[in-house]
């Protein structure tokens, strides 16, 4: 943000922080200029010019490691699900010990260059980094410049095959989800505002039809989601981390999330108390996905009245999600596994993608994910990891 008076340009870096219906702004650094300065060029780095490489693509983190912007072709090359997210949830660092959050609490010692590596799709590129300060000398965050090499002879064959692949249908999921992300992010925030009122009353079949809107913009959100973590792992170049998890800490937190979701179908969730623990490999928010997939199905094909037990078997690395549902015939096992399957249901909101994806990226991570028959008729998912 950039202000002015008749002597002086002023650079503000300011933040903001969504509070219930309020926006809080905070100017946590500012930059003094003589107005007489031609141009104003925040945060400019002066390694971007480099003779031997093209194609920078930046990136703003404030002091909190939250990633505030990028440009549109690193949003292309990475999606955009990182905006407003905490960086070191969606990347690594490679070749460095600790996260972006460790080196901002020590600045002096953020190197000049950092290697980073997409979590979700094992990408890396190189990045130059500029510490970004305020005019009291004041840390507000680093700017990342990523590089990307000259494109020479054996580059222009894997340009090609890009391209491609591209127009064969791959990497659809990515693109269509950049595309209508936002857009249905607005209907989204416009139908809930109209079906709650918070403007003023409307006529109840008004306010009954913009929560429609909602719960169909909700449910395509959903889709889109399927769908770039479709094309995601579907991509040679598809790695998941390996960090320690605890199928525990999984489960408490999947019940806290979806808590709400259960009560409002008269379902209650059980699951393991603060002594069981068991600690696997894996990666943390590709577990916790898996779970909320496996819990919300059983929310979902659930009759009100039952329960839905989270159980752990520390001595199978295991953890499990059991239902008092219809179950799943013995034949059919197989298949509720394969791509948009639904078993023949209709309208249930379901993508038909969910477990596809959810035993991929158990797999991917040395695991796998199978269903079984219930204790007490219904069905039975499980979860199984590696230790080591």
Not at 197 to 220: F, M, R, T
Not at 297 to 324: H, K, L, M, Q, W
Request: net charge negative; charged share 25%; hydrophobic share 40%.
């Amino acid at each position: 943000m950039f202000v002015a008076d008749k002597d002086h340009d002023i650079e503000l870096w300011v933040e903001a922080e969504k509070q219930n219906q309020n926006v809080q702004l905070s100017v946590v650094g500012w930059q003094e200029r003589d107005s007489s300065h031609p141009t104003s060029q925040p945060f400019k780095s002066s390694l971007i010019q480099t003779p031997d490489r093209k194609f920078p693509l930046s990136m703003q983190i404030n002091h909190a490691a939250v990633v505030l912007r990028a440009s549109g072709t690193l949003l292309e090359l990475f999606g955009d699900d990182f905006i407003a997210a905490g960086f070191d949830d969606h990347f690594e660092l490679v070749d460095q010990q600790g996260t972006i959050a460790d080196l901002l609490k020590s600045p002096d010692g953020i190197p000049d260059r950092l290697s980073i590596r997409q979590r979700s799709t094992g990408t890396e590129r190189e990045a130059l980094v500029d510490v970004v300060k305020s005019g009291v000398n004041k840390v507000v965050g680093v700017h990342l410049v990523f590089l990307m090499p000259e494109v020479g002879v054996a580059d222009q064959d894997s340009s090609k095959e890009v391209t491609r692949q591209h127009n064969s249908g791959m990497g659809l999921g990515r693109h269509f989800a950049s595309a209508v992300r936002q857009p249905l992010g607005r209907i989204l925030a416009n139908a809930e505002t109209i079906g709650s009122e918070l403007n003023g009353p409307v006529l109840e079949q008004y306010s009954s039809y913009a929560k429609d809107i909602a719960s169909a913009a909700k449910h395509l959100s959903e889709l889109v989601g399927d769908l770039e973590d479709l094309d995601a792992i579907d991509r040679p170049e598809f790695k998941v981390a390996r960090e320690p998890v605890e199928f525990g800490d999984i489960a408490r937190r999947v019940s806290g999330l979806l808590a709400l979701k259960a009560a409002d179908h008269q379902i209650a969730l059980v699951h393991p108390d603060e002594a069981t623990q068991c600690e696997v490999v894996g990666e943390f928010r590709r577990v916790l996905q898996i779970m909320l997939n496996l819990v919300g199905n059983a929310i979902r094909y659930s009759p009100g009245g039952t329960e839905i037990r989270i159980t752990i078997d520390p001595a199978a690395s295991s953890i499990s999600v059991e239902d008092d549902g219809p179950g799943i015939p013995e034949e059919d096992r197989e298949r509720v596994f394969t791509k948009f399957e639904r078993l023949g249901r209709s309208g249930d909101g379901g993508s038909g993608l969910g477990l596809f994806i959810s035993r991929k990226l158990a797999r991917a991570m040395g695991g796998d994910l199978i269903v079984e028959e219930g204790t007490a008729g219904g069905a039975r998912f499980t979860l199984s990891l590696p230790t080591s």
